[in-house]
């Protein structure tokens, strides 16, 4: 720099001392602003990093920098937010501007590999910066590997929290950790994993820890809990129209019916009409606001994907999902967790099932009533019986107990097995006088596994075995073969056996019961029952009893919260039966039925092409015409 030869000597010497002062530290979100560009190949908007684009990240970023006296940053969230990058920015700042150890935890290491590959090599070779700092991996000793980055002061080390070994692989300053509520309870035998690779910081008195993470399930959410401990900040944006501010919430968007896209967001203070694409001045003017007084060195953030920039995640998204969610209600979760970004609440304390008595039917035993469309059964196993429920299924899940069988004997002897044959081969009257078959029978093979196997093969098709399975990821999981004979070796061509999360299967059933019955008047009106709806006929006490057995409880294991599903009383036979028959209609396809397929059952059954009515609470056969069940021949609930 050239000095003008007026200067004094103060002037001189203060521009002197200017020239020798190192550049001033920036934050993490002026870093990535500067510094920051997105490669094609990982993102769909490449180009330079904005923090304009999801404002809501810049104070996130901040509370990592090392101006910053926040020690740990939680931050639960939905999908299509930027939560990921915002932990790749502060890796690359840590690389360019404050070197130091650093240690990055997927929920694997197959996807600690994944992401390296997918996202920080991307990350280096886009940003010129560090792209300088970071060695070419084809170098010899260039201690840039996919797990391990090495640079001046410092090294990214990439693992798994599947991985022992890769959490106590090193000491480490900076700590990120990414979907921790994907990550196992347990992990080796060496305990929580977010517990071990918290003890890799201990040594540092200035370290930073960041969580991440769409949560899960209530009470047992990692991202959850640490969120709790913090000052639990939302961000809060203002209206458009009056300018009050607010916490963006579900319940305040409003569509047309079968048009989720054309949805609205409604203001709660003026009731305007807020349009998407008017989201991205209302983040730009957006706070963070504090909820609780936390510990000062906590800070915590909760956002949903409502917020999501415009062109990534839109309101008609939202509601589009929504209304999904409520076709298929596995997908509920999914919703809850992934567009809400709140935790998923099991239902697992059991229905009143005096409530459920008082609401029969006047269902006839045998008949199918107007609305069921297809019949699966499902057969619980025990020493001197087997119990078999046959449920009708309609549009939407609801569902219709249809009978209740104990076919007595000794169930290691052929005769009883001859009796399952016979009622798998009886068909029962539609209320359109068709004669209608058991499309699919489930049958448990926890009880005399070797007799459950030499029946189904003779059966065919229209027989499934199942099993209970609670780490199966579906309510029903792909099958195996693993028929065992008598000497105990694999049977070549044997049962297929399909794994059934029954946990999953008992959860669902129970929101279903408890859905409230419309009213006579509403039903009169045109309002159809709930999806999911659960009809039963005059059956005994019992029988709701058994359906009400079990509830979710919660168990303490090796110090770590466990839900475990356990009996309230003796019998449950009639639980587990309407939990292999949910999975029988879900083998044959009723998770994923659409309109076409409906239609086609619907021809087939004879329903004739009249606009929608409300389901009759039974049958409505013209009088005379109603066919007549068969006499009885067996025992059923409503002897007891």
């Known amino acids: 720099m050239i000095l003008p030869t007026n200067l004094t000597a103060e002037e001189i010497y203060a521009a002197a001392a200017a020239g020798a002062r190192p550049d001033p530290l920036l934050t993490i979100s002026q870093w990535a602003d500067r510094y920051r ?39 639960m969230k939905g999908a299509q937010i930027g939560g990921t990058e915002c932990g790749n920015n502060w890796m690359g700042y840590v690389i360019h501007q404050a070197p130091g150890p650093m240690m990055s935890v997927q929920p694997t290491v197959e996807m600690a590999k994944r992401n390296s590959k997918q996202r920080i090599e991307p990350l280096i070779e886009e940003s010129e910066v560090l792209r300088k700092l970071v060695r070419d991996p084809r170098s010899r000793d260039s201690g840039n590997t996919v797990l391990s980055k090495d640079f001046p002061g410092g090294v990214l080390v990439m693992t798994g929290a599947n991985s022992a070994v890769g959490l106590r692989s090193m000491a480490a300053r900076y700590l990120f950790l990414d979907e921790v509520d994907a990550y196992p309870g347990d992990v080796e035998g060496e305990g929580d994993p977010i517990t071990l690779a918290m003890a890799r910081t201990r040594t540092f008195a200035r370290r930073k820890v960041f969580l991440v993470s769409t949560p899960k399930i209530t009470g047992m959410s990692r991202i959850e809990a640490a969120y709790e401990e913090s000052d639990q900040r939302k961000y809060w944006v203002p209206c458009p129209t009056c300018r009050e501010f607010q916490i963006l919430k579900f319940a ?22 807020i349009r998407n694409h008017q989201k991205q001045s209302m983040l730009a003017r957006g706070e963070w606001r504090a909820g609780a007084k936390g510990d000062a060195r906590t800070a915590g953030f909760h956002i949903s994907s409502l917020y999501s920039p415009v062109g990534w995640f839109s309101w008609g998204d939202a509601a589009k999902q929504f209304e999904q969610s409520q076709k298929n209600s596995s997908l509920l979760q999914v919703f809850v ?41 499902g057969a619980d196993i025990q020493k001197d ?118 946990g999953m299967a008992k959860e669902e059933l129970y929101r279903w019961l408890r859905l409230e019955r419309p009213t006579d008047e509403d039903l009169q009106q045109g309002q159809s029952f709930p999806p999911g709806y659960c009809h039963f006929p ?34 449950n036979e009639a639980l587990d039966c309407r939990v292999y028959a949910r999975a029988a209609a879900s083998r044959i396809g009723l998770d994923r039925y659409q309109e076409k397929h409906w239609q086609a059952i619907e021809d087939r059954m004879g329903v004739p092409k009249t606009p929608e009515t409300p389901t009759p609470a039974a049958p409505a056969a013209p009088a005379g015409s109603r066919p007549q069940p068969r006499p009885a021949r067996r025992r059923t609930w409503g002897r007891f």
């Open 37 to 75: 560009w997105l490669s094609q190949r990982a993102s769909a908007e490449h180009g330079r990093w904005r923090t304009e684009r999801t404002p809501y990240l810049r104070e996130i970023m901040d509370c990592l920098s090392p101006s910053s006296l926040i020690e740990r940053v939680a931050f």
């Open 252 to 273: 305040q968007l409003r569509w047309p019916k079968g048009d989720p896209q054309s949805a609205v967001y409604v203001c709660e203070q003026c009731g305007q009409e």
């Open 337 to 377: 967790n992934t567009v809400l970004g709140e935790t998923w609440t099991l239902l697992g304390e059991a229905p009143d099932w005096k409530a459920l008595y008082d609401r029969r039917e006047d269902l006839k035993t045998g008949i199918i009533p107007r609305g069921g469309l297809f019949l699966t059964a």
């Open 385 to 502: 019986r087997i119990e078999v429920e046959v449920v009708a299924w309609g549009r939407g899940k609801e569902s219709w107990s249809v009978d209740y069988r104990v076919l007595e004997g000794d169930t290691s002897r052929p005769q009883v097995w001859e009796k399952l044959t016979g009622l798998l081969n009886e068909t029962f009257t539609s209320a359109s006088g068709l004669e209608v078959p058991i499309t699919q029978l489930a049958v448990d093979s926890g009880y005399a596994a070797t007799e459950v196997y030499q029946w189904a093969r003779k059966q065919g098709h229209r027989v499934v075995v199942i099993k209970g399975d609670s780490r199966a990821a579906a309510l029903l999981g792909n099958p195996a073969p693993i028929e065992i004979g008598p000497l105990g070796a694999k049977i070549k061509r044997g049962v297929k056996v399909w794994p059934v999360n029954s």
């Open 538 to 571: 005059r059956y005994s006490e019992e029988y709701f009893k058994q359906i009400t057995a079990e509830q979710l409880v919660t168990k303490i294991v090796k110090g770590y919260r466990r839900h475990e599903w356990q009996k309230m009383r003796e019998r």
